[in-house]
């Protein structure tokens, strides 16, 4: 699940489904594993025109199997595509192509493969396996969902099954479901760490942190030095405004991990809302090191630079996070005001009027926009601009004094 423009970013994500990439690099393995199995025993066609196309067909299926043992997948496809010019509904060219292909970086190519075999083979449960796996390697998660449905029923205790059911409730945004079917997956392996680190990520999604604690107990007893769960628990406490905490989560995911993604960034995030302006500059500046285009990490060392009156120092990184992410509303302010400082009033226009078309609530921009606006001779509309953000700065209010009554 992608997350949203300008928010802070963690180890997820996303980019979710913005999947991971290990979790994808286990769905490979996946495949691996049936590739064998399927070649393994491959389904010669009961009836053959001729002795002679029979003993051709089995050829074909068989030097493709050890083509696909060896992972010559151009070899095994070519291989494949011949048996299937003398059987065009084997099952066994049929999955094996698809297998290929999906090895090959070409899911969706497979889809079709397994949907021919389907036709003429409905209840074959290897092809229905390989069929949503595709899916779900396409990133078609609602389809991959709606085969792994029954599936799960009728296999109530199969891992993979349970796993991949639960990962594209995750895609989809079904986040209680797909909690329910990561639980059920990792009572069948509960050592399995990548489930667990999902079905944590689930909770959080869904902020029911009672259950997140005992996702995260888990990870604990599986893994003591995972730096994914410590993020994990450092956001849940920074969404229950529990900075202290969430800092302390952090530091652990560092001494666990120094390199894994997030963390220096997240730890820089705590220290920045907590005004340590220095502690943060040095977090960002090391996940910087290790992630270059990271556009949070550039994004606020940015501001905090700004804020040093360093404009030239702070323009590229507002830049590097904008490459990344062109419509992160803090960046483009960051770099209209950023434009301003260096007196480039012509320069800001442009990005704090695109942060404004982005987020038309976003009273900052408005207000900087009048300043430049007003330095360039335009005074009637940077009269306008600055009208707008005191509006908008007193309906936030306003509303603000609404919640707080209700409450």
């Not at 491959?42 to 067909?57: A, H, I, K, R, T």
């Not at 340590?276 to 270059?292: G, M, S, T, V, Y």
Request: charged share 25%; with cysteine.
């Amino acid at each position: 699940m992608p997350l949203a423009p300008g928010c802070k970013l963690g180890p997820y994500e996303v980019q979710v489904p913005q999947k991971p990439v290990r979790r994808i690099a286990r769905i490979c393995a996946i495949w691996l594993l049936i590739a064998h199995g399927v070649a393994a025993h491959p389904q010669v066609p009961p009836d053959p025109q001729s002795n002679g196309m029979e003993v051709q067909l089995h050829t074909y299926l068989k030097d493709a199997a050890e083509a696909m043992h060896k992972g010559d997948n151009a070899a095994a496809a070519e291989d494949l595509r011949l048996a299937l010019k003398i059987d065009p509904h084997s099952l066994a060219a049929l999955n094996n192509l698809g297998i290929v292909l999906a090895r090959m970086g070409r899911p969706a190519e497979a889809i079709p493969l397994y949907e021919d075999a389907l036709e003429f083979n409905p209840d074959d449960p290897s092809t229905k396996r390989n069929l949503a796996i595709a899916y779900f390697k396409a990133q078609r998660y609602l389809p991959a969902w709606r085969l792994l449905r029954p599936m799960a029923a009728k296999y109530p205790t199969d891992f993979q099954i349970l796993d991949l059911a639960g990962l594209s409730l995750f895609a989809l945004d079904r986040y209680r479901e797909a909690a329910g079917y990561l639980e059920r997956a990792n009572q069948v392996e509960p050592s399995d760490l990548e489930t667990l680190d999902m079905l944590g990520k689930a909770y959080l999604r869904m902020k029911d942190y009672k259950a997140l604690t005992s996702a995260f107990a888990r990870i604990m007893q599986v893994s003591p030095n995972s730096a994914s769960a410590h993020i994990m628990m450092a956001t849940a406490y920074d969404e229950m405004s529990n900075r202290p905490e969430a800092i302390k989560e952090y530091q652990a995911a560092n001494q666990a991990d120094p390199n894994f993604m997030g963390v220096h960034s997240g730890l820089g995030f705590e220290y920045w809302r907590e005004g340590e302006n220095d502690l943060a500059e040095k977090e960002f500046r090391i996940e910087l090191q290790h992630f270059p285009s990271d556009p949070v990490s550039n994004c606020i060392l940015g501001q905090i630079l700004l804020n040093k009156s360093q404009p030239a120092d702070a323009e590229p990184r507002f830049r590097a996070a904008l490459a990344v992410n062109p419509r992160y509303t803090e960046a483009l302010f960051g770099l209209g005001k950023t434009e301003l400082a260096l007196q480039h009033p012509q320069a800001a226009v442009e990005p704090l009027r695109k942060a404004i078309q982005i987020n038309p609530d976003y009273f900052e921009a408005h207000f900087v926009l009048g300043t430049v606006l007003r330095q360039l001779g335009q005074t009637a509309e940077a009269a306008s601009e600055q009208k707008i953000a005191l509006e908008i700065q007193e309906k936030n209010r306003a509303a603000a004094i609404k919640r707080n009554e209700s409450h």
